[in-house]
């Protein structure tokens, strides 16, 4: 087998239980304040969830930066190893704690450590051929997003079946395997004596020199649109199916169930995809897809039943596909060499932004809109994104293509 797949296959394995790990904790972190850290008061256990969830995405929206350009400077599978062992620890050690602010602060502490994904697609994009870039974009971050999606069933269902402790002790047990694997596995050919010699420069100095490219500029923007309008209505969902079903037996396994779906229909778009953008572009399939997008999310907001929920978020996830790994194919287009690293760490910032303020956002707007708004205004915030991508990237694309005239030579024309 070839390294470049070898490095995809690994590296997928990796995306997916550190994302699975990151949010396999929302449905039972209230059980576990309650149940195992003594908490009665429920408004107190609402707040602490709430923070305790968010605090990683604090500190890696602060981090992550920070972490990409050490990995443009000493290499992105070391910045690998260094993150998988960290979190691996540090969720371990979620399943001592025997107060609220202990996993906070681990939480913290998981964010500020974090930087596996952004060096997994940095070194991804670095070691894979030019031809199939769309191709292992889509399947390594198909990885990301089934963990992040699927992340809370699997979270629900050992709870039921193991209880809440052991979770963290597995999740980290099986993370540690996965740096492992990576660590014997994967190789990148990274050149640190050149790295060491080029220029160094600051966080804030590469954030200057990249926003200098309006590309990038632009893609971040829709990075940051995207997780927002997928994110702002993920934590009402629950309540939604609870809505549609009528009846107050099994709500956790059909919430999970409806969020499961467009995590598998994610999952097989986004190799799919991927290939599908080595061939047209990837801009277009980013225009599609933000399209299709904005359109599956309409049904969503008229949805009678949990079967049509069901269906609409299947058909969501076709279009999530192609999203987010067409995004870091541009990413990597648009990057000056050298700053590969950073250029997706700032984009995962503007990720770990969006998940911090969509909760926050949708739970503020649904008192006075609902869910079935909230719906709307994503399908909304996709056609802009949509709209924005054709204006920035096709349209800029369009124009460098088109053919320069050529002045006319006045000598040869006397001639």
């Known amino acids: 087998m070839e390294q470049w797949r070898k490095n995809l296959i690994v590296l997928w394995f990796g995306q997916f239980l550190v994302m699975a790990g990151m949010t396999m904790i929302i449905p039972f972190m209230p059980l576990y304040l309650q149940y195992d850290l003594g908490m009665t008061d429920t408004e107190q256990v609402a707040l602490w969830a709430g923070i305790i969830f968010a605090g990683n995405f604090v500190t890696a929206f602060i981090f992550q930066p920070i972490w990409g350009k050490y990995a443009d400077r000493y290499g992105r599978k070391l910045m690998i190893i260094r993150s998988g062992f960290g979190m691996a620890i540090v ?3 979620m399943g001592f704690a025997t107060a609220p602010w202990h996993l906070l602060v681990l939480r913290l502490l998981n964010g500020t450590i974090s930087g596996f994904n952004p060096a997994s697609i940095a070194l991804i994009s670095a070691t894979t051929p030019k031809d199939k870039i769309g191709f292992a974009m889509g399947s390594v971050q198909s990885g990301a997003i089934a963990g992040t999606i699927l992340g809370p069933l699997i979270g629900g269902v050992l709870a039921d079946m193991v209880g809440f402790r052991p979770i963290f002790y597995l ?71 609870q ?55 309409i049904p969503q907001a008229y949805a009678g039943t949990v ?106 024309r006397g001639s």
């Open 171 to 241: 999740t980290g047990a099986l993370l540690l395997a996965a740096t492992l694997l990576a660590l014997f596995v994967v190789k990148e050919d990274f050149d640190r004596k050149q790295a060491a010699n080029s220029k160094s420069e600051s966080v804030i100095d590469g954030l200057k020199e990249l926003s200098r490219i309006p590309q990038l500029l632009a893609l971040f923007g829709v990075t940051l649109l995207i997780q927002f309008a997928n994110m702002s209505p993920m934590s009402l969902i629950p309540l939604f199916v």
């Open 307 to 412: 079967g049509q929920l069901l269906i609409a978020r299947f058909g969501l996830g076709l279009f999530l596909g192609g999203l987010i790994p067409t995004v870091n194919t541009l990413i990597r287009k648009y990057t000056p060499d050298g700053m590969e690293s950073r250029a997706y760490s700032f984009n995962s910032s503007t990720l770990a932004l969006g998940n911090m303020i969509a909760p926050i956002a949708g739970g503020a707007v649904s008192g006075s809109i609902g869910i079935r708004g909230l719906f709307l205004i994503s399908s909304v915030l996709m056609l802009l994104n949509g709209v924005w991508v054709w204006y920035t990237l096709l349209r800029g694309k369009r124009h460098l293509q088109q053919p320069k005239k050529q002045p006319e030579n006045n000598q040869s």
């Open 91 to 93: 969720i371990f050690l």
């Open 243 to 297: 809505e549609l079903h009528h009846s107050a037996t099994n709500i956790a396994f059909w919430a999970g169930f409806v969020g499961s779906a467009t995590g598998l229909s994610n999952l097989i778009a986004s190799p799919v995809l991927g290939r599908l953008s080595d061939r047209i572009g990837a801009e277009r399939i980013l225009a599609v897809s933000l399209l299709g997008a904005a359109l599956a999310f």
